[in-house]
């Protein structure tokens, strides 16, 4: 793979949400050095997915989609480079999103210009958003660019198991905003009233005791607090408690089901008298829908070919589940298809000097072209 391709990648910004000039960057290098199609969607002001099709030489309506997201996160402190300088040392070029996921976008670029399907139409995908809420990913479903997709392949890193790894699922995420209500009083006679906070605590100690799903891979669901709020003004006893309920997710949970067993838990408190009002739970609003949980097969068709693949080209893989959402959770649901994550090697995500090893961006390109050969069948 052409060095100077992914240099080129990291060496332009596309920080949340400053995306464009790096989706401009692909849609001029697709067209110069491909045969795809090359259409863009805009998400927002400034921000666009850029979608490459390439139709199928005997296409049977049914497509295969690669996707990669655009969007870096921010740049952290402790940096010993310039982020957007890209640098090579030891086989290791540094520079920020090299890892995420500049070096994936970079495998599907060169895929783009090498694969040729026979049978199945092939679909790259290009979004904004991902280190964010997930707009691209969704926007991309909205615009019916995902027609007749059956399968989904994305070079996300494999974290602790580098470009060896094949992630079959994700836990999800959803978070809740909970107001407990109580009774204010003077602070000489806190008797009198009902303290919002020490109804939280009652309340909290409850979530912890929920017993929502167990998967035998991803183990439970938990609920959390990750914020509390409450003050009363002056010398008084505070009436209201704000709270933030973040969740991780296991199937069969889902946003949906989480919210409901809270609800239920709430009002039997309230029934019981341990709380004096009947909380308010909601969803934490947010553009986008939360992300929900899934996870494939391990028998299945789809997971045994990227194994037998990786197995050729790395010498082992390793099928495992993240603990952690991403875009992969959104294709898995909304289209109903399976989604494999299979990345490069490298280290420092979402921290300073991030690198990614160009010999697994190598290697990876392998994988993805023989990938694309086996599923490429009537």
């Not at 806190?190 to 100690?205: C, H, K, M, S, Y």
């Amino acid at each position: 793979m052409p060095q100077q391709l992914l240099s080129s990648l990291v060496a332009i910004d596309s920080v949340f949400p400053k995306e464009k000039a790096l989706s401009e960057f692909i849609q001029a290098w697709a067209k110069d050095h491909t045969s795809c199609e090359v259409r863009t969607q805009r998400v927002d002001d400034g921000r666009f997915n850029v979608i490459l099709t390439k139709k199928a030489k005997h296409s049977t309506g049914k497509a295969i989609l690669l996707a990669g997201h655009i969007d870096t996160v921010p740049v952290v402190n402790g940096w010993s480079q310039d982020p957007h300088t890209p640098t090579v040392k030891d086989g290791k070029l540094v520079g920020l999103g090299a890892w995420d996921m500049k070096a994936g976008n970079a495998v599907l670029l060169e895929c783009a210009k090498e694969f040729t399907p026979e049978y199945l139409d092939l679909v790259i995908a290009f979004t904004v958003d991902e280190e964010n809420y997930s707009a691209g990913a969704h926007a991309l479903i909205d615009g019916g660019f995902c027609e007749g997709v059956q399968y989904v392949l994305v070079p996300e890193p494999g974290f602790t198991y580098g470009d060896s790894g094949i992630t079959i699922g994700r836990t999800g995420r959803a978070s809740f905003l909970v107001k407990i209500i109580g009774k204010s009083a003077h602070g000489s006679f806190p008797q009198e009233g009902v303290n919002a906070i020490t109804q939280a605590a009652r309340f909290l100690d409850e979530v912890s005791a929920i017993k929502f799903a167990h998967d035998e891979d991803m183990g439970d669901t938990i609920a959390y607090p990750r914020y509390i709020h409450s003050l009363a003004p002056g010398f008084s006893v505070p009436d209201v408690c704000e709270i933030e309920i973040d969740c991780k997710m296991v199937p069969p949970d889902t946003a949906t089901s989480v919210l409901a067993q809270l609800q239920d838990m709430a009002k039997k408190l309230h029934k019981k008298k341990v709380l004096l009002h009947l909380p308010e739970i909601r969803f934490k609003p947010r553009p986008t829908p939360f992300c929900s949980p899934y996870k494939l097969d391990r028998e299945s068709a789809f997971v045994k070919t990227c194994q037998e693949i990786v197995k050729e080209v790395k010498g082992k893989a390793v099928v495992f589940i993240r603990e952690s959402v991403a875009d992969e959770c959104i294709y898995a649901e909304r289209l109903q298809v399976p989604a494999i994550c299979i990345g490069p090697a490298g280290g420092n995500a979402h921290q300073a000097d991030e690198y990614v090893e160009l010999k697994s961006v190598e290697d990876l390109k392998k994988i993805y072209l023989n990938i694309l050969d086996k599923l490429d069948i009537r």
